[in-house]
């Protein structure tokens, strides 16, 4: 439904707006809670709670997805793999954050976990 609605507001709001009210449904909004997931998944893994961790990693995932942001995907990717790897899951962790690498590296970017 936040999506919806922010698709909607944005083009209607004026572009103070959006920039001074992180709330008002316009995409900085949308950054701003995909930033939130990839610290949050960072900060479990960091404190070794690894499901929460994977929670995380899983819905940043899916809102850089969302945003067809590719550079934060990789990173929330490879916050999922580290996870899995922590919960035992060590093949699939590699797989999964070894599939992020060459999209982070195909951008410029290093890895920040």
Known sequence: MAVETQHVLAPKMPASAVEMNSQ????AWLSTELDAMLT???LHLSSRNYAKA???????????ELQEDGD?????QINLGMADIGLGHVALGKQEAGAAWP????SGATPSC
């Open 24 to 27: 008002a449904g316009g995409p």
């Open 40 to 42: 949050f998944a960072s």
């Open 54 to 64: 994977r929670e995380f990693a899983e819905r940043a995932v899916a809102q850089a």
């Open 72 to 76: 934060s995907r990789a990173h929330a």
């Open 103 to 106: 999209r982070s590296n195909a």
